[in-house]
């Protein structure tokens, strides 16, 4: 074992040969992450410039005849198409509503196109429409206009959704990423990572004491409850794909402020964070469905607090950290033992260590 | 969640901090081996809680970085196959070989699939007879039981689909390789926790008499750490030279000894060629010739020959080796990111280089200079 000369630091310790481009498109081109920002940025704006898109809200803001809506679209692809919790009709519906909600909208129509795998049970396709009508009912949206393709067995996965949706902003409201401010106070609606964990456990076959559901659900009555306050809302969004440490990160860079959040303060439910360590999951990265991320001017944190607990969606509510003068585009995490790191923008997918 | 808060505890932190403290008088060098433990101490900021004196340098323990790169053209050539189904660990998966990477060869078609268990891809063998199974065993000798297990199993049931692509390395040898070099500056270790559950720590024995250093089977969370820490200073400050066991909730001093039996079973020690830092004598198992029918380099014995030229634009060795810190690399962060990783330890979050670009590029680097 005690070689010496086999071991000669001034030989040079070498390294690989850079990746520099992708040929094809990889799955974390589409994980939310650093990747799919590289597209968007690289491809998507600048083919497609104008000053509607280019905010990269969660919907695009634009204004007819006096007349402010909001316009979103969003596509689903989901594995398995039923879940703890719900499934991807519902996910469908109550997405586009979040995304239009997130613009401070009152979502009024959906479209609906489906892109269908030959051979799918007929039986599970009307199950997922019946779960699309429930969750229009329940957030007052009508879906008014769709699409049905249907494609060779192998050539999708059983069912792929595409909601499109527009939404009324109210007079006076300016709701964006751009407008977070040092001095804000940021508040999660409530437990975070839920719904990635329970996909994920269906997709592992993965048991835990009690199962973790999806926790998917409209969030526009918790936005209009929260703006009964009159308090003063900056930013909302929903923290999906790339989960909530990904989010403030692209409201970090995209207002060119920077973020300090409390890591003991993220409400995480106990089963969540066991199947993260289970997972070698990080629940910053997991994605959410059915919270929402506020950044409020400090004076009125506490009335938008108070709404949202008393909203059935918000009852878990808590501040989480705050918009700061320092380290401008950056996140800064102050972790449970005292020290502090930066929280990074979500490299690739997700892996999980091998120890 | 109880056995994990515990060792996260703000109050017990604090109090550990003090102590390390109260008992450091000049600057010391410590080294952990594990990747795992590089995580923890960069995900919860432990750098910045530590005194000034205190110097922590990251050792090679990251089975993904320390993997060579042959190795992983190796990988790439098989699970190009048509008739094979290539099983991973997720984070090998990104790793890059001299031209792309695994995720690549599953996005233009191959069957690259990432599983949680070696034993998981011995059940995909029973379920597609028609195609060639392929496992990934790449690790210290924490994985290699469980991959020791798989080739039994796959063994036991008759399978003929099912084999390991070995690349396995053993610790005491890269603890015995750094101490050994003229450039060494490490004073302490934090050894492995996970290792020693399984081998013990009677191994480390001579080497801390060999080289006068005390070395501390630590466990990974953050109390972990900083217990491990505080021990090994206070030999260090009190000139004792031992072996100490902090993680004693897991280690026993003879290790698990079923486990090692499997494995001496399954493979042989050999040497091995580490990613980065070049062949170390004896630090590494091969599948024995007795199991031959489940070793992969074997099997699809065309890739055999595949040897590629690590280039030398970065300075991974000298990272692993605790000589250089990773922002201390001129494409730290310019041309070396964890999406385009110029060398392994940007790849997985275990690795030094992507763990300092996650976690403390800015406004926390202040302090880390050596």
Same mark, same amino acid.
């Given at each position: 074992?005690?070689?010496?000369?086999?071991?000669?630091?001034?030989?040079?310790?070498?390294? @690989?040969?850079?990746?520099?481009?992708?040929?094809?498109?990889?799955?974390?081109?589409?994980?939310?992450?650093?990747?799919?920002?590289?597209?968007?940025?690289?491809?998507?704006?600048?083919?497609?410039?104008?000053?509607?898109?280019?905010?990269?809200?969660?919907?695009?803001?634009?204004?007819?005849?006096?007349?402010?809506?909001?316009?979103?679209?969003?596509?689903?692809?989901?594995?398995?198409?039923?879940?703890?919790?719900?499934?991807?009709?519902?996910?469908?519906?109550?997405?586009?509503?979040?995304?239009?909600?997130?613009?401070?909208?009152?979502?009024?129509?959906?479209?609906?196109?489906?892109?269908?795998?030959?051979?799918?049970?007929?039986?599970?396709?009307?199950?997922?429409?019946?779960?699309?009508?429930?969750?229009?009912?329940?957030?007052?949206?009508?879906?008014?206009?769709?699409?049905?393709?249907?494609?060779?067995?192998?050539?999708?996965?059983?069912?792929?959704?595409?909601?499109?949706?527009?939404?009324?902003? @109210?007079?006076?409201?300016?709701?964006? @990423?751009?407008?977070?401010?040092?001095?804000?106070?940021?508040?999660?609606?409530?437990?975070?990572?839920?719904?990635?964990?329970?996909?994920?456990?269906?997709?592992?076959? /993965?048991?835990?004491?009690?199962?973790?559901?999806?926790?998917?659900?409209?969030?526009?009555?918790?936005?209009?409850?929260? /703006?009964?306050?009159?308090?003063?809302?900056?930013?909302?969004?929903?923290?999906?794909?790339?989960?909530?440490?990904?989010? /403030?990160?692209?409201?970090?860079?995209?207002?060119?402020?920077?973020?300090?959040?409390?890591?003991?303060?993220?409400?995480? @439910?106990?089963?969540?964070?066991?199947?993260?360590?289970?997972?070698?999951?990080?629940?910053?990265?997991?994605?959410?469905?059915?919270?929402?991320?506020?950044?409020?001017?400090?004076?009125?944190?506490?009335?938008?607090?108070?709404?949202?607990?008393?909203?059935?969606?918000?009852?878990?509510?808590?501040?989480?950290?705050?918009?700061?003068?320092?380290?401008?585009?950056?996140?800064?995490?102050?972790?449970?033992?005292?020290?502090?790191?930066?929280?990074?923008?979500?490299?690739?997918?997700?892996?999980?260590?091998?120890? | 969640?109880?056995?994990?808060?515990?060792?996260? *505890?703000? =109050?017990?932190?604090? %109090?550990?901090?003090?102590?390390?403290?109260?008992?450091?008088?000049?600057?010391?060098?410590?080294?952990?081996?594990?990747?795992?433990?590089?995580?923890?101490?960069?995900?919860?900021?432990?750098? &910045?809680? !530590? #005194?000034?004196?205190?110097?922590?340098?990251?050792?090679?323990?990251?089975?993904?970085?320390?993997?060579?790169?042959?190795?992983?053209?190796? =990988?790439?050539?098989?699970?190009?196959? *048509?008739?094979?189904?290539?099983?991973?660990?997720? *984070?090998?998966?990104?790793?890059?070989? &001299?031209?792309?990477? !695994?995720?690549?060869?599953?996005?233009?078609?191959?069957?690259?699939?990432?599983?949680?268990?070696?034993?998981? =891809?011995?059940?995909?063998?029973?379920?597609?007879?028609?195609? %060639?199974?392929?496992?990934?065993?790449?690790?210290?000798?924490?994985?290699?039981?469980?991959?020791? !297990?798989?080739?039994?199993?796959?063994?036991?049931?008759?399978?003929?689909?099912?084999?390991?692509?070995?690349?396995?390395?053993?610790?005491?040898?890269?603890?015995?390789?750094?101490?050994?070099?003229?450039?060494?500056?490490?004073?302490?270790?934090?050894?492995?926790?996970?290792?020693?559950?399984?081998?013990?720590?009677?191994?480390?024995?001579?080497?801390?008499?060999?080289?006068?250093?005390?070395?501390?089977?630590?466990?990974?969370?953050? !109390?972990?750490?900083?217990?491990?820490? $505080?021990?090994?200073?206070?030999?260090?400050?009190?000139?004792?030279?031992?072996?100490?066991?902090? $993680?004693?909730?897991?280690?026993?001093?003879?290790?698990?000894? =079923?486990?090692?039996?499997?494995?001496?079973?399954?493979?042989?020690?050999?040497?091995?060629?580490?990613?980065?830092?070049?062949?170390?004598?004896?630090?590494?198992?091969?599948?024995?010739?007795?199991?031959?029918?489940?070793?992969?380099?074997?099997?699809?014995? *065309?890739?055999?020959?595949?040897?590629?030229?690590?280039?030398?634009?970065?300075? +991974?060795?000298?990272?692993?080796?605790?000589?250089?810190?990773?922002?201390?690399?001129? +494409?730290?962060?310019?041309?070396?990111? #964890?999406?385009?990783?110029?060398?392994?330890?940007?790849?997985?979050?275990?690795?030094?280089?992507?763990?300092?670009? %996650?976690?403390?590029?800015?406004?926390?680097?202040?302090?880390?200079?050596?």
């Amino acid at each position: 074992m005690n070689n010496r000369s086999d071991f000669d630091v001034a030989a040079g310790f070498t390294c @690989p040969v850079p990746l520099q481009h992708y040929p094809n498109v990889l799955l974390a081109h589409g994980s939310g992450g650093r990747l799919t920002h590289q597209l968007i940025e690289q491809l998507f704006l600048p083919s497609f410039p104008n000053e509607h898109l280019a905010p990269l809200h969660d919907g695009a803001l634009v204004t007819m005849n006096g007349v402010r809506l909001a316009f979103s679209t969003d596509s689903y692809v989901i594995n398995p198409v039923f879940f703890p919790g719900g499934d991807i009709g519902e996910l469908a519906v109550n997405g586009t509503v979040n995304d239009l909600a997130m613009c401070g909208a009152r979502p009024l129509f959906l479209s609906a196109g489906m892109i269908i795998e030959e051979g799918f049970p007929m039986e599970d396709l009307v199950r997922v429409v019946r779960s699309m009508q429930s969750a229009a009912l329940r957030a007052h949206v009508q879906i008014v206009t769709g699409d049905t393709k249907v494609v060779d067995r192998g050539k999708g996965d059983k069912i792929f959704l595409a909601t499109s949706g527009i939404g009324l902003v @109210p007079d006076g409201l300016n709701i964006s @990423p751009k407008a977070a401010t040092p001095g804000d106070v940021i508040i999660v609606s409530g437990p975070i990572a839920v719904h990635g964990i329970a996909i994920m456990s269906v997709r592992e076959g /993965l048991e835990f004491e009690t199962q973790i559901e999806s926790d998917t659900a409209p969030l526009n009555s918790l936005v209009e409850a929260m /703006l009964a306050t009159q308090g003063t809302i900056h930013v909302l969004r929903d923290p999906t794909r790339g989960g909530v440490a990904s989010v /403030l990160n692209e409201i970090a860079q995209s207002a060119k402020v920077g973020i300090s959040i409390a890591e003991e303060r993220i409400p995480i @439910p106990d089963e969540v964070r066991g199947a993260c360590e289970i997972l070698g999951l990080d629940p910053l990265y997991v994605a959410n469905e059915g919270k929402l991320l506020a950044f409020v001017a400090r004076a009125d944190a506490d009335k938008i607090l108070q709404a949202m607990k008393e909203h059935p969606l918000g009852g878990q509510a808590a501040i989480i950290g705050e918009v700061v003068d320092e380290h401008a585009g950056t996140v800064v995490l102050k972790t449970s033992i005292g020290g502090s790191r930066i929280l990074d923008m979500l490299s690739g997918e997700q892996l999980p260590r091998i120890c | 969640m109880r056995f994990i808060d515990e060792y996260r *505890d703000k =109050a017990l932190a604090r %109090r550990y901090i003090e102590q390390i403290a109260q008992v450091t008088t000049r600057k010391w060098t410590l080294m952990e081996i594990c990747g795992g433990q590089t995580h923890t101490i960069v995900k919860y900021g432990i750098e &910045s809680l !530590l #005194p000034r004196e205190i110097n922590l340098v990251h050792g090679p323990g990251c089975p993904v970085c320390v993997t060579p790169l042959a190795m992983i053209d190796k =990988a790439i050539a098989i699970a190009s196959r *048509d008739d094979v189904i290539f099983t991973s660990f997720g *984070d090998m998966l990104r790793v890059p070989g &001299s031209k792309r990477d !695994l995720l690549s060869v599953k996005a233009s078609g191959g069957d690259v699939r990432m599983v949680y268990s070696p034993l998981d =891809a011995v059940k995909i063998a029973q379920q597609h007879p028609e195609k %060639r199974v392929v496992f990934f065993a790449v690790g210290f000798e924490t994985t290699a039981p469980a991959n020791a !297990l798989a080739v039994w199993q796959a063994h036991q049931l008759g399978l003929r689909n099912f084999s390991i692509l070995c690349s396995h390395v053993l610790v005491p040898p890269a603890i015995e390789a750094i101490l050994s070099s003229p450039a060494n500056r490490v004073q302490g270790f934090l050894a492995a926790g996970h290792v020693c559950a399984v081998m013990g720590y009677e191994e480390y024995l001579p080497l801390a008499e060999k080289y006068h250093v005390p070395i501390v089977v630590t466990g990974f969370e953050p !109390l972990d750490i900083l217990h491990g820490t $505080y021990l090994a200073i206070r030999q260090l400050e009190e000139g004792r030279i031992e072996v100490e066991n902090q $993680y004693s909730r897991a280690v026993r001093r003879e290790g698990n000894v =079923a486990a090692q039996n499997l494995m001496r079973k399954v493979f042989e020690v050999s040497d091995r060629h580490w990613r980065g830092i070049g062949n170390i004598p004896g630090s590494g198992f091969r599948v024995r010739e007795e199991f031959s029918a489940f070793d992969a380099e074997k099997i699809f014995n *065309d890739v055999a020959t595949i040897e590629v030229q690590e280039s030398p634009e970065c300075i +991974a060795g000298l990272v692993l080796q605790g000589i250089n810190k990773p922002h201390e690399c001129g +494409a730290f962060g310019t041309t070396c990111t #964890p999406e385009h990783p110029l060398g392994a330890p940007m790849v997985s979050t275990e690795g030094a280089c992507a763990a300092y670009f %996650r976690y403390k590029r800015e406004p926390t680097t202040e302090r880390v200079n050596v």
